[in-house]
């Protein structure tokens, strides 16, 4: 079975642009979170979202938002980049919510967004 | 909010060496899970270990829930363990906090 998938692996882009960002899931499961790596830092929680419905988010500015569809597949949107938003996102799935019990996180390989 | 403390920051370890990786938590241990990022950046899931001990190979983890640790032993290390070691854990309120990680360098 295939594992989290996202795309694009790398991504370029200036200030001030929008970047969308999406994660497939593995076959099953219902919920996706985000994260933020920064260079030589933990991965920083962004959202979690469970059956198409936002279930926590990190202390992110509104410029980031993200959503999830029907095929539990979702998209991150950071609007207005800034060169601080250059990092490792990465997206993880589990089968249920991610808090409950007995839900292990797995993550894809994520996306490397420069800032330029 | 939750506090996840890794130790030590850094470690160095000719091949061969045994080394044990700690994790404390602020607050009650809740789907803990230990991670090993690759140089490639890639996340490795090694444990999901909210209490007691798993072993898988040359890795074992041990949770004391009761008094929010958890440690991470790595036997007879090799090179190709080397990179980033992170716990993370969550309170059931949605939100997942990784540690800062403990980076590991394996010598041949």
């Known amino acids: 079975d295939a594992g989290v998938t996202q795309s694009p692996t790398h991504l370029i882009k200036t200030r001030g642009q929008q970047v969308t960002l999406r994660c497939s899931p593995i076959s099953g499961h219902k919920s996706v979170s985000w994260y933020q790596q920064v260079l030589g830092q933990g991965p920083q929680f962004i959202f979690q979202?469970?059956?198409?419905?936002?279930?926590g988010r990190g202390n992110f500015p509104d410029r980031f938002s993200a959503r999830q569809f029907p095929n539990y597949s979702s998209e991150l949107n950071v609007n207005a980049l800034l060169l601080g938003d250059s990092a490792l996102y990465l997206c993880?799935?589990?089968?249920?919510?991610?808090?409950?019990?007995?839900?292990?996180?797995?993550f894809g390989d994520g996306t490397r967004l420069s800032i330029l | 909010g939750i506090q996840v403390e890794q130790s030590p920051p850094d470690l160095i370890l000719q091949e061969g060496a045994n080394s044990t990786l700690r994790c404390n938590f602020s607050d009650s241990v809740n789907n803990l899970q230990w991670f090993h990022q690759n140089p490639w950046g890639q996340l490795i899931n090694l444990f999901y270990i909210p209490s007691g001990t798993k072993q898988n190979g040359r890795l074992s983890a041990t949770t004391v829930a009761t008094e929010r640790y958890s440690l991470l032993y790595i036997s007879s290390s090799q090179t190709t363990d080397s990179g980033v070691y992170f716990c993370a854990q969550n309170t059931g309120g949605f939100k997942t906090i990784f540690g800062a990680g403990t980076r590991l360098f394996v010598k041949a």
């Open positions: 993880a799935s589990s089968l249920s919510a991610a808090g409950t019990r007995n839900q292990p996180q797995h």
């Open positions: 979202y469970y059956e198409k419905e936002e279930r």
